[in-house]
């Protein structure tokens, strides 16, 4: 089992609908969340991060979280052309010691889903 | 303020040659991350700094590959020995520190011929 898996997509939606990404991950003990944009031949950016149960908006983004299921989604409204882009799931653990020494929270990232939004 | 950089941004390499890649981070930024994504991939995580700590290496594809970060500030990823599947886009990311946003540099895409 993947530790972050999304759906790969392409997730198509036309212009002005609610575009609906999902995420589950593996560690329990996992603490943030973070949602990233990436368009082509870019690099990922930042869109929005969530650390507690519930949901967080800001402006068209919803980042939903659900810690008991293992779950985190993030819900587009009003989809524009523009939103057009890989969406990048990631996951932030706290701090694990190991043999092979401490590890801070490194982030793992899903696989991406392409979104594609058309007028 | 200016954000992660990286050089160069293209890199094209026979199969056997080394190659240096090299990261500025956001100033004052104490961690500092190193990614490589393949064509259509996600990102698949290399190494690790934070502050003066022993690097997390865990990462690492093989013992081709390794990294240093010289006075808690600038990063150089080294691949020894090239090979076509070291193909890639690698990016480096840097955070204030642990448990927040990682910012990402442009990238530098290496082929290896």
């Known amino acids: 089992q993947k530790e972050v898996e999304q759906n790969s997509g392409p997730l198509s939606v036309p212009e002005g609908a609610i575009a609906s990404l999902n995420c589950t991950y593996s560690d329990r003990g996992s603490q943030s969340f973070f949602w990233y944009r990436q368009y082509s031949g870019k690099s990922p950016e930042l869109i929005m991060f969530i650390y507690s149960n519930g949901d967080k908006e800001d402006g068209r983004f919803t980042a939903q979280l659900n810690k008991a299921s293992q779950y985190v989604s993030l819900l587009i409204r009003d989809s524009q052309p523009s939103d057009s882009a890989t969406y990048l799931c990631a996951v932030n653990t706290f701090p694990r010691t190991n043999a092979g020494g401490t590890s801070y929270g490194k982030l793992t990232f899903g696989q991406g889903t392409i979104l594609t939004v058309h007028p | 303020g200016a954000g992660v950089s990286q050089s160069p941004s293209n890199k094209v390499t026979e199969k056997g040659k080394d190659v240096e890649l090299r990261c500025d981070p956001i100033?004052?930024?104490?961690?500092l991350y190193w990614y490589r994504q393949s064509l259509g991939q996600g990102l698949e995580f290399l190494i690790y700094f934070q502050g003066n700590s022993a690097p997390d290496k865990s990462g690492l594809p093989s013992d081709r590959f390794s990294a240093e970060r010289t006075g808690g500030s600038v990063s150089t990823l080294t691949i020894q020995r090239t090979q076509q599947e070291d193909s890639a886009v690698y990016l480096c990311?840097?955070?204030?520190?642990?448990?927040?946003?990682?910012?990402f540099g442009p990238g530098t895409r290496l082929l290896v011929l």
């Open positions: 100033s004052g930024h104490t961690a």
């Open positions: 990311a840097s955070s204030p520190g642990t448990q927040e946003t990682q910012y």
